[in-house]
């Protein structure tokens, strides 16, 4: 638990950067282990059910393995009207995976998202936290080849 060990140090081992310090570790990992959690609960003598709210509780942070690159597709009404259930279809084919999923290899996750705040430009997916509006299907192989 080196690597969660420094994300404490780095933060001092604030009880009230818990939010930040999920944050990096999310970033060291890709994800929360579970084993992480645990030790910032020993650590900062926060308990385990409150850290799990709160991972739970931000959509931004999981608790699964996550690929190297995540697809975040929106659904929301305005992206939905405009073509997000064609989008996700294509990712899911080509990916052969469901939302919520990560791909065997990991390399890729695919999850959705119900709007995203900015249905102008939609449909949106995000990707490696880049958001692409005004997106086409064809953007999705540009994407997967990594010229996104
Ligand atoms: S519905 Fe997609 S950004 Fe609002």
């Known amino acids: 638990m080196k690597r969660v060990e420094n994300v404490l140090r780095e933060h001092r081992y604030q009880r009230s950067h818990i939010i930040q310090i999920l944050q990096d570790i999310q970033v060291e990992f890709n994800y929360l282990p579970k084993e992480a959690l645990e030790y910032v609960s020993q650590r900062l003598k926060i308990p385990l059910s409150k850290i799990y709210s709160i991972a739970t ?21 305005a992206c939905y009207v405009r073509g997000a259930a064609a989008i996700l279809n294509e990712f899911e084919r080509k990916l052969n995976i469901k939302p919520g999923a990560t791909t065997k290899e990991m390399n890729y996750s695919l999850e959705t998202v119900n709007c995203l705040g900015c249905c102008a430009i939609g449909p949106i997916v995000v990707y490696d ?20």
């Open 129 to 148: 936290g880049k958001y692409i509006g005004e997106f086409k299907l064809k953007d999705i192989g540009r994407i997967l080849k990594g010229r996104a």
């Open 57 to 77: 509780f931000y959509a931004g942070f999981s608790l699964n393995p996550r690929g190297k690159h995540l697809c975040t597709v929106c659904m929301g009404t």
